[in-house]
């Protein structure tokens, strides 16, 4: 029912998340890239689940209140989508070391390769999730965010200066120094691949 304490909990939890997504514990973030798979697969699962039992709601009020609710749900789905774009662009945006300029260089000359990517892999595992759990019709898995976001993948379209993405997650595969890096951006790759061939469109 739309009284069903699951849905304040979709209610609060995109602040919660938008909120720590960036949190100074590692731990912590890996939590929230979880969280925000799970949000995603329970939001747009239950579009699925109104348009197949549609015919079994006969309150007209109930079947309306599950729609707003549903619909509520697509939006805090979306901001959690929106925080950690914004977030991984900005670490994207931000220079990496090199042996000369980097302060935590060993004497031995080698590379703290961790030091100034606090979120960077953590938000590339949340949006690992976040693809995964977009579920499509009859629950294909990820299958709808290839459709969503197209704007990402269309290097003809620079109205929304989207042009970053593709270029900074090939970045992070292949030439970032933090291995972390380059292993969750594989994960966002593969993912991505697996949207591609579930979508029909």
Not at 31 to 56: I, K
Not at 90 to 101: A, F, G, I, T, V
Not at 144 to 156: G, H, M, P, T, V
Request: with cysteine; charged share 20%.
């Amino acid at each position: 029912t739309s009284s069903a304490p699951v849905f304040q909990l979709m209610t609060e939890l995109p602040t919660i998340l938008n909120t720590n997504v960036e949190h100074a514990e590692p731990r912590v973030r890996s939590l929230v890239a979880q969280a925000v798979g799970a949000y995603a697969r329970y939001a747009t699962s239950l579009l699925n689940w109104l348009d197949s039992s549609s015919t079994d709601i006969t309150d007209s009020s109930e079947k309306h209140k599950l729609q707003l609710a549903a619909e509520h749900a697509q939006v805090g789905r979306r901001n959690i989508h929106a925080t950690i774009l914004l977030s991984l662009k900005s670490h994207l945006d931000m220079k990496e070391p090199s042996r000369e300029h980097n302060p935590s260089a060993a004497s031995d000359g080698a590379l703290d390769d961790t030091t100034g990517w606090r979120a960077l892999e953590t938000n590339l595992h949340a949006l690992a999730s976040y693809v995964d759990g977009c579920v499509g019709k009859n629950n294909a898995g990820g299958g709808s965010y290839i459709n969503e976001e197209a704007a990402l993948f269309d290097s003809a379209d620079t109205t929304d200066d989207n042009d970053w993405f593709l270029a900074g997650l090939q970045h992070c595969c292949v030439v970032h120094v933090n291995r972390h890096v380059r292993a969750a951006a594989a994960a966002v790759l593969g993912v991505l691949i697996k949207s591609c061939m579930r979508s029909h469109d």
